[in-house]
């Protein structure tokens, strides 16, 4: 049973990101490393992930994107309502869904939606969004406590891991349990920085949780995407760890801490 793990989410085919933070994994002794999903989008090349992940023996549970190239599906089911974040959302996923072989199309479809594990004595729930909906935003600003201590009650769960929304965050709750958004490996997460972060867990007996920074070649990733034709406005979030897209989705509180 591990007693130290690491846990990301949205890679976003971000290989270059994905290789520095499983590197970082190793030199900070981690029993296992999952992933939350989302391993496409955003970024360049969707084939390089894959054999990281397999090299690695990284487990990973599906996320929206992963349903829709598994199952062939028409969009990502990124949950966006606005049409120019759903413009650039199409871009990605056609991007993606077009560079991702039969095989790893088969393996991302058959990935559970959600894993239950053991982390010392506390009972791990890693899910995508939320453990009630894949694609659910749950935002440290709008998501109350009251509903945090219901998800892990009905899902009996001391902890709850998520991703999906692309921003860290960490809430204690009631009873020595705990919500943990992971943060992503595939862009910043809108501070104006250039690094991105993935999460280590620890028990030894009380669960300690750090975010933790991954510095990576994103120059080089910005100039592989831009030969690969990718929008400019993402290319201009790796270079300057600000959003251009997917702003209309953000809660006040988290859109004022970024630049637009």
Do not use: F, Q, S, T
């Given at each position: 049973?591990?007693?130290r793990i690491a846990v990301f989410g949205g890679v976003y085919n971000n290989y270059l990101a994905l290789e520095a933070?499983?590197?970082d994994v190793r030199s900070r002794g981690a029993d296992a490393v999952y992933c939350l999903g989302d391993l496409g989008a955003f970024g360049p090349h969707p084939g390089r992930v894959f054999?990281?992940?397999f090299e690695h023996g990284v487990r990973c549970i599906q996320g929206n994107y992963d349903n829709s190239i598994g199952?062939?599906?028409?969009d990502c089911q990124c949950g966006y309502t606005d049409p120019r974040d759903n413009y650039f959302a199409r871009i990605s996923y056609q991007y993606t869904f077009e560079r991702t072989n039969p095989d790893n199309r088969a393996w991302l479809g058959q990935l559970p939606d959600k894993l239950r594990l053991s982390l010392g004595c506390?009972?791990?729930?890693l899910c995508h969004g939320s453990p009630r909906r894949t694609n659910e935003f749950l935002w440290e600003s709008t998501t109350s406590t009251h509903f945090l201590e219901h998800l892990a009650e009905s899902y009996q769960a001391d902890?709850?891991?998520g991703t999906h929304t692309g921003i860290k965050w960490h809430r204690r709750l009631s009873g020595d349990r705990h919500f943990i958004n992971v943060g992503v490996l595939g862009r910043p997460e809108?501070?104006?920085r250039t690094s991105v972060w993935y999460t280590l867990l620890h028990a030894h007996p009380d669960l300690q949780v750090d975010f933790i920074p991954v510095a990576y070649d994103h120059e080089r990733l910005a100039a592989e995407m831009r030969r690969e034709g990718l929008p400019e406005e993402f290319v201009e979030t790796v270079l300057t760890g600000w959003w251009t897209t997917c702003l209309e989705v953000l809660p006040a509180k988290e859109r004022r801490r970024g630049k637009y």
């Open positions: 049973m591990p007693e933070a499983l590197k054999p990281l992940l199952n062939d599906l028409a506390y009972r791990l729930l902890v709850i891991l809108n501070d104006g």
